[in-house]
């Protein structure tokens, strides 16, 4: 199954799908294609070192070296003045995405949120991965949100996604300690190394359809 990641930053998790698929010949997904909406996207540069192909999808160019950077580099730019609203954003991304015979996108560190079209659209076939035990913490900042409200325990969480965000059926869970010497940056990196564990192995149930997001209900049907 060819699928496509999303991302705007480090790319730690696009790195363990593309590592899991690579790792086991009897994975059923391949990473086709990442495509992120910033130009300086860190994991732009080690999916390219893996040999995918990367695509660039900016709103907003503010600085005319940054434009100039992105074509050097990626050959690819897009007028920010397409991109008024959000839906004109996701079709360019769609267009991709068809370009490519993309089946599942996977949402890793994506910090927009998708139009009702394209969820819509992708019914089933969007995964994300949230840093904290849904339905607790939604939002930025959940590992943040955990230390603060004092819990013992959090986690990671894989859902589909639909139109509300971090709302989806849950794919799988995994939790995580909270040690009473923990910051956010220590807990988050923990939440990671679990994201990295889980997210390759939802991804692989969904991708063999054994686990598929209900046609009506927000639920996982599990065959
Ligand atoms: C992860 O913590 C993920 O849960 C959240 O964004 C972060 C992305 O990290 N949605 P990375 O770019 O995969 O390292």
């Known amino acids: 199954t060819p699928i496509a990641i999303l991302i705007s930053g480090t790319g730690s998790n696009m790195q363990a799908l593309i590592k899991h698929s690579t790792t086991h010949p009897e994975s059923s997904y391949q990473v086709k294609l990442v495509i992120s909406n910033k130009a300086d996207a860190l994991g732009l540069i080690k999916a390219q070192e893996a ?19 992105m074509k050097a580099i990626f050959n690819i730019v897009i007028d920010h003045r397409k991109f008024k609203v959000r839906e004109s954003f996701d079709r360019e991304i769609d267009t991709l995405l068809l370009e490519n015979n993309i089946e599942i996108i996977c949402l890793a560190g994506f910090m927009r949120l998708l139009s009702g079209w394209m ?17 607790s913490f939604k939002g930025v900042n959940a590992p943040k949100q955990a230390l603060n409200a004092g819990v013992k325990v959090t986690g990671c969480t894989v859902h589909f996604v ?10 799988e869970q995994r939790s995580v ?14 939440i990671k190394l679990a994201e990295h564990q889980i997210y390759p192995t939802a991804l692989d149930q969904v991708a063999k359809g054994l686990a598929s997001l209900d046609d009506k209900e927000n639920k996982v049907v599990w065959n």
Do not use: C
């Open 51 to 69: 040999g995918i192909m990367t695509k660039v999808i900016m709103r907003l160019v503010k600085e005319i070296s940054q434009r100039m950077v």
């Open 119 to 135: 969820v819509q659209k992708w019914h089933g076939k969007i995964l994300n991965i949230h840093p904290s035990l849904l339905p």
């Open 162 to 171: 639909v139109e509300e965000m971090d709302d989806g059926a849950i794919i």
């Open 177 to 190: 300690r909270i040690e009473t010497t923990d910051d956010v940056s220590t807990l988050q990196y923990r």
